[in-house]
Each structure stands twice: as C-alpha cells, then as structure tokens.
C-alpha cells in the first residue's frame, strides 16, 4: 500500500495528485527495472500515460522526479515496516524483525525492493522512509542501555549497509529465511547484544507484513 496524503479539498486539486501520481509511479518502475534515470522525458509520460506538457506542470526537472520517486517508495517502505513493528516494545526485537521483514519484501513487494537495491545507501540519513525510523530506534536502543553504541548515526550507518547488503545479494542469490536471520543477528551482536539473545531475538515468529 502506498503512502496517502490528506484528500485535495476541490476536483481540480484531486486530478492534479492523481497525475503527480501517476508520474511518481512511472518514475517508480523505472527505477526499479533499470536503477538509473537515462529515459526521456516523454517516455516517463508515456510509461504515466499522460501528455508530454502535462510533466511540467508538476516537476521542473526529471531529477526533481526521481528524488520524489525514491522518497515515495522509501516512505512506503518505512510506513510497511512500521505497521508490522509497531506493537513491539523492545527497540531490539524492532530491528531484528525490521532486518527479517525486508528481505521478504523481495517476494512481496519487488518494486520497493528494486529501488532500495539501486538507491536505498544513498538515503540511508535521509529524512524519510526507514532511516528516520531506524535512528529512533537506535537512539531508544542506546539511551536505555539496549545497545551499547557510541553514536546512534555511525550504527545506523553500519545497520543500513548490512541490510542493503543483503538485498544487493538477494539479487543475484537464492535466500531463503534462514538469510534474514542471520543478518538480523549478527546486526543485533554489532549493535552489543550477547549471542544468545541475539539468536533468539532473530529467530523468533515474524508478525505478518501487510
């Protein structure tokens, strides 16, 4: 399920989001099939099916398009992992099972993955998507004494390259669960968690992605 933002209060205003859109989501598959942005212009709206003018009417550049493609898919992202989560308590049962869950977004939702796989490092300290929710829960995780890191950026750094290592390997490999719970151990050792809870914080039952 994609972001929602607040209903446009007139006609006009809601065929106008639904156009934005509708060119966010062609940005969407593009990168998710391709991982660069060398397409025109007038493929984008083709792939949008609305008119070539119609573009700059909602972005002044094909950048500007892209950046708003990534930022929606990673806010989708995080609002997915942060429905599944969000009953959990402990910040390190939270990135544990946020560690599992992405690796079954490969299955379920391939786009997402795809544009993660291609742009997610780049956005790791970006304000939306999963890395602001990751940090909250790192940051917890520290002032509770959960984690024993320095600074919750650097941990977030180390988290978010783990992870998006294991979508870059799922790419081109055949992983099943057992994958994501190794990851998702070894990220709660790095994180200062002995390896008896860490094994038994990721292997414990997943609650269900929407």
């Known amino acids: 399920m994609q972001p929602t933002p607040a209903q446009p209060a007139n006609r006009f205003e809601r065929r106008r989001a639904k156009t934005r859109q509708a060119l966010v989501g062609a940005a969407r598959q593009i990168l998710a099939e391709r991982g660069d942005t060398e397409v025109s212009i007038q493929v984008i709206a083709e792939r949008a099916d609305v ?31 942060d429905s599944a989560t969000g009953q959990i308590d402990d910040p390190a049962a939270t990135v544990a099972a946020n560690v ?29 998507g999963l890395g602001p929710r990751a940090l909250r829960d790192l940051e917890v ?22 992870v998006l290592g294991m979508v870059q390997l799922r ?3 055949d992983l099943n669960d057992a994958a994501g719970e190794q990851t998702a151990e070894m990220v709660l050792r790095m994180l200062g968690l002995d390896a008896d809870e860490a094994h038994a914080l990721a292997t414990q039952p997943l609650p269900p992605l929407g």
């Open 141 to 162: 995780g520290k002032a509770s004494g959960r984690f024993r890191i320095a600074d919750a950026r650097v941990a977030l750094s180390a988290v978010g390259g783990a």
């Open 51 to 81: 008119g070539f003018g119609t573009f700059y009417n909602h972005f002044e550049t094909k950048e500007a398009l892209f950046d708003a493609a990534v930022a929606d898919a990673l806010e989708e992202y995080g609002q997915l992992l």
């Open 100 to 128: 599992r869950l992405t690796l079954q977004l490969a299955a379920s939702h391939p786009e997402i993955t795809g544009i993660l796989r291609f742009r997610g490092l780049q956005h790791v300290h970006s304000g939306t």
């Open 171 to 173: 790419a081109t490999a």
